[in-house]
């Protein structure tokens, strides 16, 4: 389920220590993975420090963009649940005082989205 999970858009949970492996030239020394979700080829990454989202790019997946968001420069951030007519859910993400989201995060079902959010909010309110 976990594989057409990703290619259907939903998130799914994955091994935190294979995330460190594969993240292993991103991460300083001493930060480790607290949760990982991968959406389709593209990472979403808790780490003791930050936010780290993986965009997997082209054909093989070989080119990637790394972006870092520290938990403190998190200001705000929205869930929004799907419906009957709108089944994706969405997660966006602001840093300082923005006022467009810094990150939109899309999943084709909320199924996931609140476990990243309650994440989210761990990190950003208890840091």
Do not use: C
Not at 48 to 65: E, F, H, N
Request: charged share 25%.
């Amino acid at each position: 389920m976990g594989l057409f999970s990703g290619l259907m858009g939903n998130a799914s949970q994955k091994s935190n220590e294979a995330v460190e492996q594969e993240l292993e030239a991103i991460l300083i020394e001493g930060e480790q993975v607290q949760l990982a979700y991968s959406l389709v080829r593209d990472l979403i990454v808790f780490t003791d420090y930050r936010l780290i989202l993986v965009d997997k790019q082209g054909m093989t997946g070989k080119k990637a963009s790394y972006k870092s968001l520290p938990y403190g420069s998190i200001s705000r951030f929205t869930v929004e649940t799907s419906g009957h007519f709108d089944m994706d859910a969405e997660l966006k993400i602001w840093i300082s005082s923005a006022l467009e989201p810094a990150e939109v995060l899309q999943f084709k079902s909320d199924r996931n989205v609140i476990d990243i959010q309650k994440a989210l909010a761990a990190a950003v309110l208890i840091k």
